[in-house]
T-cell receptor, first 116, second 112 residues
Framework: GAVVSQHPSRVICKSGTSVKIECRSL??????MFWYRQFPKQSLMLMAT?????????EQGVEKDKFLINHASLTLSTLTVTSAHPEDSSFYIC????????????FGPGTRLTVT | SQQGEEDPQALSIQEGENATMNCSYK?????LQWYRQNSGRGLVHLIL?????REKHSGRLRVTLDTSKKSSSLLITASRAADTASYFC????????????FGTGTQLKVEL
């Protein structure tokens, strides 16, 4: 099956710093990638949809200047949390889709971000 | 919010018993998917059911979909301790551009 990786799996950073999370599709070309965040014992909330070569589409209430998304190639999307604060601590999960009529999204293993 | 509701929020059963989880949603869908998540891990895709399908099977999993009631159920038969996880339904909404809207999840615990 299709494999999506995320790096890093865990990161701890100090308040005010920026953190970059990578999402890669390892064995297929992902025309669309999605970024979610998940708070403890809660569901996944979609943050943004990223299409290769174009600007990401952010969900209502998600600050695009705080959560920078770059989908520079068909196998890589990055999420940068800028000027991170403790309330940004969360589990960030990406998924990738081959697009077209391929409904299935393949999920990465997630990145645990802790901001101190 | 388009987020689906799942019930129960938590379910504890004995190994060998069946587990049933329900999901309700609010608007028209292309398909509905069920995912499993072990604590602190990523999601594993279990099964996808299209809007024109009523029932689907995969191994010990059985999923039903009732579009008139905007609801779905996931049945896990002959449960095992290894089935302990959180289970989420996710809807691909009509006109939603393949975005998934996740339900609130059911935490299943299967005890020996």
């Amino acid at each position: 099956g299709a494999v999506v990786s995320q790096h890093p799996s865990r990161v701890i950073c100090k308040s005010g710093t920026s953190v970059k999370i990578e999402c890669r599709s390892l064995d297929f070309q992902a025309t669309t990638m999605f970024w979610y965040r998940q708070f403890p014992k809660q569901s996944l909330m979609l943050m943004a949809t990223s299409n290769e070569g174009s600007k990401a589409t952010y969900e209502q209430g998600v600050e695009k200047d705080k959560f920078l998304i770059n989908h520079a190639s068909l196998t890589l999307s990055t999420l940068t949390v800028t000027s991170a604060h403790p309330e940004d601590s969360s589990f960030y999960i990406c998924s990738a889709s081959a697009g077209g009529f391929a409904y299935e999204q393949y999920f990465g293993p997630g990145t645990r971000l802790t901001v101190t | 919010s388009q987020q689906g509701e799942e019930d129960p929020q938590a379910l504890s059963i004995q190994e060998g018993e069946n587990a049933t989880m329900n999901c309700s949603y609010k608007t028209s869908i292309n398909n509905l998917q069920w995912y499993r998540q072990n604590s602190g891990r990523g999601l594993v895709h279990l099964i996808l059911i299209r809007s024109n399908e009523r029932e689907k099977h995969s191994g010990r999993l059985r999923v039903t979909l009732d579009t008139s009631k905007k609801s779905s159920s996931l049945l896990i038969t002959a449960s095992r301790a290894a089935d302990t996880a959180s289970y989420f339904c996710a809807t691909d909404l009509t006109g939603g551009g393949n975005k998934l809207t996740f339900g609130t999840g059911t935490q299943l615990k299967v005890e020996l």
